[in-house]
């Protein structure tokens, strides 16, 4: 089953080994963590190891390159960017993130069937909308596995057998004529808001409201051709091109906005820094554990 | 108390007093939602075409695609999903059209959200039939993959070995578009595609900046605003902004395909909500002087 999931040529035997290896490592060692480390001792593990990883990839940034390598590497100096003696380091770290990552994905799957199978089992008020969870959440996950576990190759051959089939269009159907209309109704209906939202708050109140509203009109007939339409009797060379509502919204854009935009990103990136050296140092209120007693 | 009403829930300047210029301030949002389906429905129908003009912005991803060496690949990174569909797609679709037209060879990848994987394949396998272009050798998936920063990093060392297998599982390493890729620097072109911010200054801290792999982008015209300061530094060489950029690169190519259609819709809304805002501040307005008045 694994070597169909993962692929001819990736599920070599030494492989799915390693694979079952690690989750029951992994299992052991989550067991043993939970079993005997108190909320103390888990929070102490959890700064060091941000610490620890916070502190590799900031000094693997700012180390002059090209200097000794701190283990060797089997890897060829490719492209001249041979890095600093951490860089070697930067792939398994990688690795490492994405192991991590994987299993938070398990954790948010976990938390959902925790949450709503309590809500399905006590018949709570809108039960049926935790049923529906699991039947679309199953659903997609074996018709997404199924489909996947076939490999079937690009383009998709007419002749398909019954099976690949039933996979193939199953998959297709959940995916691309529920899931994919669904999310884009969803957000489609912004536009209403906004428009509504438009029209009850673009109020000139006074003169920044006016000169903000002057500014929404030029660029918003600026980004569809029916402004480029409605001044199209503007010549489109010398300085009085700029009357055209297209280079008028250009112009807001590149020489009003950017240099706000620039500001706004150098204040958000400074803001960030700290933000992150809170976190690296666990300084942070209601950073992992400190809520809990 | 929620506004039961469906009226604006916002009171403007005699509105209190009553009267037409008080009730133009009150428009009640269900007329506002029905008139804007009504207009974008009419023109999906009916359209009336604009011309549309191409902006320095969207001519710069042109000439970028256009200026890729023999050899090199363009890298599409599609890191969108339907929620942005209505952008990102015809954008997806204007860039893959442009590196068919001008024979450019490229890769489709994801870092984020894993759905665009896909989303974009079905547009690129689609396009790619009309160019009778063979999957593998002309263009390919590399599809979903997890990490970002961290798959940014490794591909600088080592591309087949960090992408791995590709959207359908194969190894890359199999395919032939991916003889001579080694680095990140064999790279003509990084083409990204997105409604999420974040991913920009990631491709350019790690990649177009280290590395100097040319990149330009596809934004949501939402998003765009925030990146002009780095196309005036020159770090993107070239920006589509929303449906309008997939529309302009669409009539640069001469190809054209769904940001065309998408255009009269938007154009007509966009008339439809500035007449709202013009209503709305003229009942404002002249019901303040009748306050003021009497």
Redesign the interface.
Known sequence: MLTSW??P??ATTPLVYHILLALLASGVLLYLLHRYLGPRGRRGLIVVATFLFGLFFGLEYFLPVRTKTLWPTG?PN??G?AGNLLTPG??PM?NI??VI??FTVGLGVYSLVQVHGRNVLRRRAGWYNSFAFFLSFFAMFSFGLWQ?SL?????IPPTLTLTQRIANDGYEIL??GL???L??A???LL??Y???A???????RSAEAALM?VAA?IV??G???????LTRGIPNEGAIALLRL?NLG?WV??SL???A??G??LGVAIGALAMSLRVWLSLERGTFFAEQK | MADQSGSSGQMGAGASAGGFWARLQQIPRYYIYLLLAAVVIWQILFPIPFPVTPSATTRGLEEAIRAVPEGKLVLISADWDSSTQAETGPQTAAVVEACFRHRKRFVLMTLSPPMGAKLANNIASEIAKQYRATYGVDWANWGYKYGTSNVLMAMVKDVPKTVGSDFYGKPVKSLPIMRGVRTVKDIGLVVEVTGLAGMTEMWIGLIQGPQGVPFAAAYTAVMAPGYYPYLDSGQIEGMLVGAKGAAEMESLIARPGLGMAIMSAQSWAHVLIILFIIVGNLGYVLARGREKSG
């Not at chain 1, 490999?151 to 383009?155: A, I, M, N, R, Y």
């Open positions: 993962l692929g040529q990736q890897l490719v492209g960017s930067i792939e990688s993130l994405a990552g994987a996947y490999h079937l190759p690009e383009p995916f691309q899931y994919a209309p999310q884009a969803t957000f489609s536009a209403f906004i428009a509504s438009a029209y009850r708050a673009f109020r000139i509203m009109f918003m007939l980004q569809v051709p029916i402004g480029a339409w297209e250009e854009m590149r906005n950017s240099p935009q620039r706004i990103a």
